[in-house]
C-alpha cells in the first residue's frame, strides 16, 4: 500500500461537514466515491485531519490516501480532479512516509470565521451578516479569554461523545477588513461547534449583551447558554493544519472582499471623455 498526502478545498454548503455519515452527503464520502472510480478493485482508506461542522468550508483539509497503486502523485491529483464535484478541489497530492496521518500528527489547526457589517449579494455563503452594531474593541478583549487551556465543555455539542472536551487555545486574532470582522482562532484541536460557539458568544459582547467575566464562566461551568449563540456555519473556514516543522502565516485576510461604499463610490465615479 502507498501512501498519499491530499490537499483539499471546499466549499462546504452542501455537505454534512467532512466526515462520513449515514444518508448525508460529505465531503470524505465523494473523495471515497471518485477514488473508488480511479483505483477501481483496489481496498482504499482515506483519513482526515479532523472534521468540520456541516455547511462550513476549508482552504485546506489535509487527508492521508492509502492504496495499493504505481499512478505518480500528480496523476492521481489530476484524476481526482476530473471524478469530483465543482465545489470540492485537490490542490496538491504528496507521496506521504507509511507513518505519515492526517490526523495524529498534526500539531495545530488555524479557523478563520467572516463577519460582515452589510448585507452582500454575492458572499452570503461565505460570511454571517449582522445587521446589530458590534463592539470591534470590547470583542477583542474578550477574546483574550479564551486563550490557554481550557475545559470547553460549554462550547461542545451536547449531542456528540467527546473523549476530553479540553482543548489548548494558542491564540486568537480579530481584524478589521473593510465591512469585514475577521476572526481567526488557532488551537491544539477543536470540538465539534466549537469554534462556531466562541464567536457566537464574542458577538454578544460585541452587542453589548456580554462581558469577558461570562466567558470566564463558560470556561469554568458547564454551562447550555453558548449553544444558543452558535454562529452559523456560512462563515467558517478551516484555514490550515499544522504539522512539525511548519508554520502559520501571521498575517491573514478576508476569503471574499465585501468593500466599503466609498470603493464603489470610486468604481462608479463618472468617466470623462478625455478628447
Known amino acids: 500500500m502507498a501512501r498519499f498526502k491530499l490537499y483539499i478545498e471546499y466549499e462546504g454548503t452542501r455537505y454534512s461537514g467532512w466526515q462520513i455519515q449515514k444518508n448525508s452527503k ?42 495499493n497503486t504505481m499512478l505518480a502523485p500528480e496523476i492521481i491529483k489530476m484524476k481526482l480532479t476530473d471524478e469530483l464535484p465543482a465545489d470540492i478541489n485537490i490542490t496538491e497530492v504528496e507521496k506521504a512516509t507509511p507513518k505519515f ?24 455563503p461565505f ?30 455539542d451536547k449531542d456528540e461523545e467527546e473523549k476530553s472536551t479540553k482543548v489548548l487555545i494558542e491564540a486568537i486574532h480579530l481584524k478589521e477588513e473593510g465591512d469585514l470582522i475577521l476572526i481567526r482562532i488557532i488551537g491544539s484541536h477543536f470540538l465539534w461547534k466549537q469554534v ?26 458547564n454551562s447550555p447558554t453558548p449553544a444558543k449563540y452558535t454562529a452559523p456555519p456560512s462563515g467558517l473556514f478551516l484555514e490550515k493544519v499544522i504539522y512539525s516543522g511548519e508554520k502559520l502565516n501571521k498575517e491573514f485576510s478576508s476569503i471574499i472582499k465585501i468593500n466599503s461604499k466609498k470603493y464603489f463610490s470610486e468604481l462608479q465615479s463618472p468617466i470623462t471623455d478625455s478628447k
Not at 477501481?40 to 492521508?64: F, N, V
Not at 462556531?196 to 452587542?207: A, F, I, P, T, W
Open 101 to 124: 496521518h492526517a490526523r495524529y500528527d498534526a500539531k495545530s489547526r488555524s479557523y478563520i470565521y467572516q463577519i460582515s457589517r452589510r448585507r452582500t449579494s454575492f458572499g452570503k
Open 127 to 156: 460570511v454571517w451578516w449582522i445587521k446589530d452594531k458590534l463592539d470591534f474593541n470590547k470583542m477583542v478583549n474578550a477574546s483574550k479569554v479564551f486563550i490557554g487551556m481550557h475545559d470547553f465543555i460549554s462550547f461542545a
Open 196 to 221: 462556531r460557539r466562541m464567536v457566537g458568544v464574542l458577538v454578544e459582547v460585541g452587542r453589548g449583551k456580554m462581558l469577558s467575566k461570562d466567558i470566564k464562566y463558560f470556561l469554568e461551568h
Open 26 to 67: 460529505s465531503v470524505q464520502g465523494k473523495l471515497y466515491e471518485a477514488s473508488e472510480k480511479i483505483f477501481k478493485g483496489e481496498r482504499i482508506e482515506i483519513y482526515g485531519s479532523g472534521r468540520t461542522d456541516a455547511g462550513a468550508h476549508a482552504l485546506e483539509q489535509i487527508a492521508h490516501l492509502d492504496v
